[in-house]
């Protein structure tokens, strides 16, 4: 560590004693006091007490801008008024029934007018609504392969959880990369179906079908790659990937868990014009409730009605984040607040880069819909591979330093992105901005000093 770096992790811990009790408290009963991976991090996490509209404040009081906003599942921003009155008033009149009723019809029809597919299923989590998603491909091609990009994450079933944060020695060939297991317990059996390819590389995918001919059932996806920072997809990589599987027989799956409700009215497939055969959604279209929706064409989806494709779970439709999901589409991700966001992430953006090119520092700005990053990169990334390179411990000067002066820029982890909720304000994004003046100009000198050190490796 160098000492600007030292500084701010003393002033994070001189600001946050109660989160390092609490953490310290978790540990006891919780694998490394957090209930999810991504919410570990040295020296220990904030903890929250409470949160509204564009703010939380932790357990010691200080309050923050919130850009991490549940890892970008809360376009609403906290507790929107909407979202919380259509819950509240479902929480006292049966809270789950394991029995359709009449909210159900209503948020296909909103889903189903939106984006581009004919009937849907509803979950709970995104990594639930990826794993039907795949097994529908399967079962609608009759193959078992799925294709997925290097550093792409879709969840935590089986099949999602290969080379997602590969390491450089095991990465093989980037025409052909190697399909290594997120961690122990992965089948072997369910690595060997998972086929890697390399993000914009159109030659890596007709190289897999080419490999694997008649037995890829999908390409799955995030339109914009979002587990790098956010690395958009070069002009004609979609249609190329629409056409590549067309010819192939094979089903295009965008996992839009993030992109879904933030790039836009209609997400990926208006923004970008290609339509894929299979759309998975979560994250924001709960506003802040658990809720997820898989969709495709009557014919794919007929594969359950027919009883050929098994598709339950519990809590499903439960009416609390139904009406919570119907507020959403009704009251948040409208074109109004659509527009309101898109005004201030052309504001924070554009703040960004005219401290960037003021300060010297080696980076840009990657901004998408609600979504952006400052990427702390000489050039732009392509890649998972490219994205691999930068140097973290310069980034989480970037974080801390933020966190200080009261913003939480982005999530913790520089793969992530930041968030611009329906809630954010001028001000927010003023205030957002005043930080990264005040931090940009030893974040520029840090770099400097550091260039021609060995990077270090980037993942969890
Ligand atoms: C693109 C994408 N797909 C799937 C998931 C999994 O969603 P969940 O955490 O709700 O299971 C995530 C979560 O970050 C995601 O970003």
């Given at each position: 560590?160098?000492?600007?770096?030292?500084?701010?992790?003393?002033?994070?811990?001189?600001?946050?004693?109660?989160?390092a009790?609490?953490?310290?408290?978790n540990?006891?009963?919780i694998?490394?006091?957090?209930?999810?991976n991504?919410?570990a991090?040295?020296?220990?996490?904030?903890?929250?007490?409470?949160?509204g509209?564009?703010k939380?404040?932790?357990?010691?009081?200080?309050e923050y801008i919130?850009?991490?906003?549940t890892?970008?599942?809360?376009?609403?921003?906290?507790c929107?008024p909407?979202?919380?009155?259509?819950a509240e008033?479902?929480l006292s009149?049966?809270?789950?029934?394991?029995m359709?009723h009449?909210?159900?019809?209503?948020?296909a029809?909103?889903?189903?007018?939106?984006?581009p597919?004919?009937?849907?299923?509803?979950?709970?989590?995104?990594t639930?609504?990826?794993m039907?998603?795949?097994?529908?491909?399967r079962?609608?091609?009759g193959?078992?392969?799925i294709?997925?990009?290097?550093g792409?994450?879709?969840?935590?079933?089986?099949?999602?959880?290969?080379?997602?944060?590969p390491?450089?020695p095991?990465?093989?060939?980037?025409n052909?990369?190697?399909?290594?297991?997120?961690?122990?317990g992965?089948p072997?059996?369910?690595?060997?179906?998972?086929?890697i390819?390399?993000?914009?590389?159109?030659?890596?995918?007709?190289?897999?079908?080419?490999?694997?001919?008649?037995?890829?059932?999908?390409?799955i996806l995030?339109?914009?790659?979002?587990?790098?920072?956010?690395c958009?997809?070069e002009?004609?990589?979609l249609?190329?990937?629409r056409?590549?599987?067309d010819?192939?027989?094979?089903?295009l799956?965008?996992d839009?868990v993030?992109?879904?409700?933030k790039l836009?009215?209609a997400g990926?497939s208006?923004?970008?014009?290609?339509?894929?055969?299979?759309i998975?959604?979560?994250k924001?279209?709960g506003?802040?409730?658990?809720?997820?929706?898989f969709?495709?064409?009557?014919a794919?989806?007929d594969?359950?009605?027919?009883?050929?494709v098994?598709?339950?779970?519990t809590?499903?439709?439960?009416?609390v984040?139904?009406a919570?999901?119907?507020?959403?589409?009704?009251?948040v991700l409208t074109r109004?607040?659509y527009?309101?966001?898109d005004?201030?992430?052309?504001?924070?953006?554009?703040?960004?880069r005219?401290?960037v090119?003021?300060?010297?520092?080696?980076?840009y700005?990657?901004?998408?819909?609600a979504?952006?990053?400052l990427?702390l990169?000489?050039?732009?990334?392509r890649n998972y591979r490219d994205w691999?390179?930068?140097?973290?411990?310069?980034?989480r000067?970037?974080?801390f330093?933020?966190?200080?002066r009261?913003?939480?820029?982005q999530?913790?982890?520089?793969?992530?992105?930041?968030?611009i909720?329906?809630q954010?304000?001028d001000?927010?994004?003023d205030?957002?901005l005043?930080?990264?003046d005040?931090?940009?100009?030893?974040?520029?000198k840090v770099?400097q000093?550091?260039?021609?050190?060995?990077?270090?490796?980037a993942?969890h």
């Amino acid at each position: 560590m160098y000492p600007e770096l030292e500084k701010e992790i003393a002033t994070y811990e001189r600001r946050t004693p109660k989160s390092a009790e609490a953490h310290k408290k978790n540990l006891k009963r919780i694998p490394l006091g957090v209930a999810s991976n991504y919410r570990a991090y040295d020296p220990y996490p904030i903890f929250v007490k409470d949160a509204g509209g564009s703010k939380f404040r932790d357990l010691d009081g200080n309050e923050y801008i919130d850009h991490n906003l549940t890892f970008g599942a809360l376009m609403a921003g906290h507790c929107h008024p909407a979202v919380m009155k259509a819950a509240e008033k479902r929480l006292s009149t049966g809270t789950m029934f394991g029995m359709p009723h009449d909210m159900e019809w209503e948020l296909a029809e909103e889903v189903c007018t939106r984006f581009p597919v004919e009937m849907c299923r509803f979950g709970n989590s995104g990594t639930e609504v990826t794993m039907h998603a795949v097994r529908m491909a399967r079962a609608a091609t009759g193959r078992d392969k799925i294709l997925k990009f290097e550093g792409a994450y879709h969840g935590l079933h089986d099949a999602a959880l290969v080379s997602v944060k590969p390491h450089a020695p095991e990465f093989g060939d980037i025409n052909a990369p190697t399909s290594v297991p997120g961690g122990l317990g992965v089948p072997k059996a369910s690595i060997d179906n998972v086929t890697i390819a390399t993000f914009n590389d159109l030659n890596s995918v007709e190289h897999r079908f080419k490999q694997f001919s008649g037995q890829i059932a999908a390409i799955i996806l995030e339109p914009i790659l979002m587990n790098v920072g956010l690395c958009m997809p070069e002009p004609g990589f979609l249609q190329g990937l629409r056409d590549i599987a067309d010819k192939n027989g094979a089903l295009l799956i965008f996992d839009e868990v993030k992109t879904g409700a933030k790039l836009g009215w209609a997400g990926a497939s208006e923004y970008f014009g290609v339509k894929p055969d299979m759309i998975c959604l979560a994250k924001s279209i709960g506003g802040g409730l658990p809720l997820a929706a898989f969709g495709a064409s009557r014919a794919v989806m007929d594969l359950i009605s027919q009883h050929k494709v098994f598709h339950g779970g519990t809590y499903n439709t439960n009416p609390v984040s139904m009406a919570a999901g119907l507020a959403t589409f009704r009251h948040v991700l409208t074109r109004e607040n659509y527009a309101h966001v898109d005004k201030l992430s052309k504001k924070l953006t554009e703040g960004y880069r005219k401290i960037v090119a003021k300060t010297g520092i080696q980076g840009y700005i990657a901004s998408a819909g609600a979504n952006g990053a400052l990427m702390l990169f000489p050039k732009e990334i392509r890649n998972y591979r490219d994205w691999t390179t930068i140097d973290t411990d310069l980034w989480r000067y970037y974080w801390f330093a933020m966190v200080n002066r009261g913003v939480m820029a982005q999530p913790y982890w520089w793969d992530e992105q930041w968030t611009i909720s329906v809630q954010h304000t001028d001000a927010d994004i003023d205030k957002h901005l005043a930080a990264f003046d005040d931090v940009a100009p030893t974040l520029a000198k840090v770099q400097q000093e550091r260039v021609g050190k060995e990077p270090v490796m980037a993942g969890h």
